[in-house]
């Protein structure tokens, strides 16, 4: 027959509240921790988690949502995410809703059936529907890389504008004007917000943006090599390109490979993501580089003190740096001056 | 108050039996489903999935274990199954175990204390500790890309000896002798199968297989780099070389590049996995691509068959075939014999 937490209790000495409470994820003294732990391991009991959910109301469970886990970007995050969740006790329930609103709102709907005791969200939609609702249901909600207008919760975010600026100061530093952008999709905060790096820095310059020189590629691959294509056709002037993401820069190196467009000679360029890649790329491109792996770690501490806090303090925001990494896919513009 | 069952009996004239049923995932005629899913959507009725998880015995939960998450074959394998179990109702709880036989372990134990109806697994360790308690209470295993010769289960592997064997015996026909291989690690499944294929097209061609032309790079980045280094310094006359996973292949792509090693006039490639990144690599990489998203695909499909089953039936084995993508990173080799 199987153990129960009276055979626990005998083989321990200890009494029932204690083991229920260590049972329940409550504090007990290490003494006793470990004194239980030796008992639950000699006796070979087994803890249900499914019946421990119905009479704590938590189920241990966080839900993630996030618009791609085929994408090495979100895949990071989660990775590190999941990790830290787990060694402390939660299971994370992962929902991959493939930059699709729709199915993002189905998630959300499903893990709340499910019971989660919170949601960490990499959100694809702009409005959030949904998420309000849960929270009022007193389960916290952390957000990693986007922000949503309406909502209010714990969010981890980076620098995209300060990233794309930086990026861009670099291409005018070495004489660069014609500087084209392959931009995400105009709904997409980070997408949004490294277009306006791009264009500050150029304002700051006293150049104006010039719409010829944008094309968004929506962070995939494909957008990616469609853009660059477009860019060079529309622009034979262009002597320099900035790409907005990891999966575009990909689709350009391709694109740029096939049309055998020579780097930096005939193009400078500046990626996005994948330090890895770039150092496989020839020449080796120069890239801006984001923190995934404190992302994640960054959003589950959030939700983890969520969880325990017993009153509901202010929301916070976290907001951390990128890094720009030289390779060697920059060079002097031709007929530029340099410097400004 | 929130809508009960009875609610839906009334509203939509059915019996209890009826509407239990639907809710528990049983077989409804398809009117009737109509009629309650409208009754829950008019009535805000919420199901509680932990309360009927302990009812039914079924928690509609899926534990998948992998490897590695932050992994390109593995997340478009997890990405595809997570889509389709899902779209049957049920919730994948996804544990990364970072290639740790003991994490790996101990994520079987937390999916079985979570009471999940079924585990997908993608092997790290060779024991499949805890793998066969899990089938012994009821609860079927299915298993990807590797095999544990202990367990018993459905399992879907792709044909990684021919895979390998093919790639050989194409640069054995462009007159290469000597051809380096970067395997992985002696207990990983794959590997060893991917290597048995190398050999066995060596054997066939009457070249016997030299062991200071074969390096085991362990499936990472930094095996990759530093497995070329060690080939090329261990054998000058190396004319090729074949990469046996997606990893190792950007490690060795970039340690060429480093060591500004011309491709294919000096070093013929095969690489493994990741169509979009060989075609980045200048010149466009050789590569053995493997059927991710069917991988995926018929993973979950065999976990749904069981879970559906009455009686059960003889283990299944899928075996999917890779697929060759000629690049421009083979070339004849400078001073062989054409042809066998």
Redesign the interface.
């Known amino acids: 027959m199987a153990a129960t937490i009276k055979d626990i209790a005998k083989e321990t000495g200890l009494g029932l509240a204690t083991i229920s409470s260590y049972l329940n994820g409550g504090n007990v003294r290490e003494k006793n921790r470990i004194k239980i732990e030796e008992a639950i391991e000699k006796l070979d009991f087994?803890?249900?988690?499914?019946?421990r959910?119905?009479k704590t109301n938590r189920?241990k469970?966080i839900g993630i949502i996030l618009p791609?886990?085929?994408n090495?970007f979100f895949?990071?995050i989660?990775?590190e995410l999941?990790?830290v969740l787990?060694g402390q006790g939660y299971?994370?329930?992962?929902?991959?809703c493939?930059t699709d609103e729709k199915r993002e709102e189905e998630?959300i709907d499903?893990?709340?059936?499910?019971?989660v005791d919170g949601m960490i969200i990499i959100p694809t939609g702009k409005s959030g529907r949904g998420l309000q609702e849960v929270m009022d249901a007193g389960k916290p909600i952390v957000m990693i890389d986007r922000r949503i207008r309406n909502v209010r919760c714990d969010t981890v975010l980076v620098d995209n504008r300060g990233a794309a600026e930086d990026a861009i100061r670099r291409l005018l530093d070495r004489g660069h004007r014609k500087i084209g952008m392959i931009a995400g999709a105009e709904d997409v905060y980070t997408a949004e917000e490294r277009f306006q790096g791009y264009c500050r820095a150029l304002e700051a310059a006293g150049i104006p943006a010039e719409d010829s020189l944008i094309v968004r590629g929506d962070y995939t691959?494909r957008g990616g090599s469609r853009g660059i294509k477009e860019l060079a056709k529309r622009n034979p002037d262009m002597t320099a390109v900035f790409i907005s993401n990891y999966e575009m820069t990909?689709?350009a190196?391709?694109e740029l490979?096939?049309l055998g467009v020579r780097i930096p000679e005939e193009m400078s360029v500046i990626g996005f993501d994948n330090i890895?890649?770039a150092?496989?790329?020839?020449p080796?491109l120069s890239i801006v580089t984001q923190p995934t792996k404190e992302l994640g770690r960054r959003a589950a501490e959030l939700m983890l003190k969520r969880l325990e806090e017993k009153e509901r303090t202010e929301f916070e925001t976290v907001r951390l740096a990128t890094r720009f990494v030289e390779g060697r896919s920059v060079c002097c513009c031709p007929d530029g001056e340099r410097g400004l």
Chains 1, 2 share one sequence.
């Open positions: 087994e803890v249900n988690e499914v019946a959910g119905l189920t469970m791609e886990l085929n090495i895949a990071e989660i990775t999941e990790d787990r299971a994370a329930m992962i929902c991959d493939r998630a499903f893990l709340k059936r499910r019971r691959i990909l689709g190196m391709i490979n096939e890895e890649f150092k496989a790329c020839i080796r």
